[in-house]
Each structure stands twice: as C-alpha cells, then as structure tokens.
C-alpha cells in the first residue's frame, strides 16, 4: 500500500530561495525520484502547496514551472489562514524575508504544524528563544537550514578531518563575500534584494551569515567561547527593485575572530563589497601540524607537510614559488546532491519516520546569539563571551 503523500506548506517560495533552491532544486526533484526512502524500504511522498501574497507568480510556479519540472501542477493559495487550519497540511515551510520569520513559525507552531525554515529564524537572540520555548512547548517537529553542511566542498573539509589528515589543527580562516552591485549603473542590476541592506528589514552581514558561520564552525571544529567582531556599512546608498535610491543601514562587510572552546582560532571576513581574487566565494583554510586544506563550495585542495614549498622572504627578486602549483585537489569520491535537497530529504524522515535531525529551532538559536554576540562587540570594541 503507498503512504498518503504529506502535504507541505512552502511560505515564501517566490523569493530567490524559495524559488530556486527550495521548489525547483528541491521538492520538485523530491516528487520526481518518487519521495523520500523510510527506514522500512516504502516510500514516502510529498505535495506541497505554494503560499503567499502575489497569486500571479505563485501561479506561475504552481502551474508553468512545475509542470516543466514534473509534468503536472501543483496546488496554490494566497489564504495562509486556511493553509493553517487545515489539518491535512502536516509542514509549514517559510523562506520569505526575514523579518516576516518569527510571526509565520509561531502561528503554524500554536496550530499544531511541524515547522522547517530558512534561517535566520529570527533577527534577535530573545525572539530566537521565544521560538525554541514554543517549539517546546507545542511539542511540534522542526528544522532549520543549515546547507553549508552539505556542499561537497565541506564534506571534503569533514572527511579530511575523520581522516586525521591535518594533524593538530592550528587554525582556521576564512574568506567569503563577492561584489554585489549597488544598482547605480543599470547595466549592472543588483544582485541581491534591497531588503538585505536595510536593518530595519532584517539585513545585513552579521544576521546573515554569522548564523551559517555559527553550526559551520561548531560542527567542523568545535563550539564557540568567545567572539570579537567589527562590522561597517561600505557602500552607503544602493538602488531598490523599484529603481529608487535608498539608505544602507545594515552592515555589509564584518571581520570577526572566533575563538573555540578547544582554544582554536577561526578568522572569518564576509563581504558584499570586495572582487574575488581566490578559488570561490567562500573559501575555508585549515592549517594543521600534517597538512593544510582549502575547501570552496565543491572543490577542496590539500598541500601535506612533504609537500609544503620552503618560502624565503626577498621582495628585491621576483616570487619563485607559484604557491597554487603545490596544492592538489581533492576526487569527487561520492554524487554530492543538492544540499538543501539532503536536508529536506532528511527533514521529511524526521517527521515521518522519526529519524535524528539535530538541526532545530534550539540549534539555529545559537546562530541568531553568534550575530548578536558580534554585533555588541563591533559595538562597544569588546571580546563578548557566548
Ligand atoms: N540558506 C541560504 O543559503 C540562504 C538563505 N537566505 C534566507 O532566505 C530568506 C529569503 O531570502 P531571499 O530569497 O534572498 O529573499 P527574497 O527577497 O528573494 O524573497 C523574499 C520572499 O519573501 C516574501 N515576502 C516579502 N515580504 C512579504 C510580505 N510582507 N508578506 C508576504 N511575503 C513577503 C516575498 O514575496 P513576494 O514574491 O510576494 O514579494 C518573497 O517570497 C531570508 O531569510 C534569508 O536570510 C537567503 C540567501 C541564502
Ligand atoms: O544568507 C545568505 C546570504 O547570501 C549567501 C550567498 O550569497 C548565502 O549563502 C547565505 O545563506
């Protein structure tokens, strides 16, 4: 007998998140492997059901997009109330705007909803833990993205690491960021919604990725003691979706110093406003006793302690090593699917099967204090203690 397919609420799905990586690259391709294998060998499928405010492009992804993708429509309402009061709906997934995160995820908790959503969940630590308590409360199941765990790049970091290839690991860097356009010249558009550059509306660099920055480094190398951070608003007026001017209130560059309760040091730089000169977007550096590793989104290179070249400081003559020569990069040793697909995937199990899923409200709690943490030291100049 096939299982009832669980019905799934995606709040926010025609954002450049909700769209792409969560419908498309996601559920979609969830519905066409035919759901998600359980631990007894059945499998389980999904219908999800596009909510939100602008019925032409839920439209459009409901019928257009997802016919495309899957050969048949799919569900759509801009009536969040009746998706709440409807007990066939077993998920409520939310990946609008920020701001918006807190009010969807208690009103699907108080209705008895398992809840799964973008982080952050919320743009300061007390509402953050608001959440967690009625999460607690209510009892529901929920989750919370944390796809860097899963970009193969990563996993490489993780096995390199379960391999003991570092040795004592002595310190960690990393670079993320690019430039995105402010929108000034209309033959470079910006790439990024105007929302992430105004406080008010939940953005900025600290709540955006210091949440990523948070599970990331806690999971690779160890939970957090203390931060000091320093943020700054470089480009000050950008253009809006609308073609307008507007004020940048938010941070976007912060550089912080992550120091781990096993005394390791992280450095982290995050910028919307450098040009990349580097592997990837993200680059993670990992120097240990045995060897050092690079890891970008999907490639990682290694350099060992055989292989390390012998440098000699002598500006008067040209550079003889070419550093990049002496690295190696890493097999693709598995298919890396989607990393959010995984997650869901793994989300899914969680609420049917009962599987682990330690990425919770409680866990993405620790996010929204690590950017709260490094927005009161860039603040007050101060090392703030987790
Ligand atoms: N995990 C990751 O790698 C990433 C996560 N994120 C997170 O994802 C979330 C969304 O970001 P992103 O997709 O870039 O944002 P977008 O601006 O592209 O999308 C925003 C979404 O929120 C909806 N929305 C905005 N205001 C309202 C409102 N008043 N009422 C109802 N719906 C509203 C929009 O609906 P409409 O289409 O009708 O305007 C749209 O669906 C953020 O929380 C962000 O932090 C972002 C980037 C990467
Ligand atoms: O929130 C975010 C901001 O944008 C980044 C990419 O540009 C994402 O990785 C991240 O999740």
Redesign the pocket.
Known sequence: MPLTPIRIAM????????TN?HLIRSILPIIKQGGVKLSTGQWQQIEPILV???AV?LKHLAETVSMQEIGRAIEFTTNLESILLDESVEIVFD????N??PEILRAAMEHGKAVYC???IAINANEASELVALAEKTGVKNGV?Q??LWLPGIRKLRMLRDQGFFGKILGVRAEFGYWVFSGHDQDQPPQ??S??YRSED?GGMMI?MFC?WEYLINDLFGPIARVLAHKTTDIAERIDESGEPYQCTADDSASALFVLKNGLTCQFNSSWTTRVRRDDLLTIQVDGTEGSAVAGLRDCWIQSLSATPRPTWNPDVPQPIHFYDNWQILPNSTEYDNA?KIQWEQFIRHCVDDADFPWTLSSAAAGVRLAEAGAISANEQIWVTL
């Open positions: 709040h926010g799905v025609t954002g450049r998140m909700g990586q939100g405010r602008d492009k990946a609008a705007s920020t918006l995160r973008e982080k952050p993205v796809d860097k990024r919604p929302w992430n939940g955006d990523h959010f």
